[in-house]
């Protein structure tokens, strides 16, 4: 027993780490994709970015939420 939930740990630590990963990454292309558009003076696409990085943010902080 004590194996398996060892085991159910590191694939739990796993997927967390997974998903922390991704999610910065997402964050971070946002934020390259919004300095480019705002370099660009591209407004619309900066609005996108914008739109898009506060998905992600507001899923992150709900997800911060849901664990306390």
């Known amino acids: 027993i004590t194996s398996s ?3 159910l740990q ?3 630590d796993i997927s967390t780490i997974t ?3 991704f999610i910065c990454k997402e ?3 946002k ?3 919004l300095y480019e558009s705002l370099m660009d003076r591209d407004n ?3 609005k996108k970015s914008i739109q898009e990085m506060m998905k992600y943010l ?3 902080s709900q997800s911060l939420s849901d664990e306390i």
Do not use: P, Q, R
């Open 10 to 12: 590191s694939f739990e």
């Open 27 to 29: 964050i971070h292309e």
């Open 31 to 33: 934020t390259t994709d």
């Open 5 to 7: 939930v060892v085991a």
């Open 58 to 60: 507001s899923e992150l």
């Open 19 to 21: 998903h922390i990963n």
């Open 44 to 46: 619309d696409e900066a």
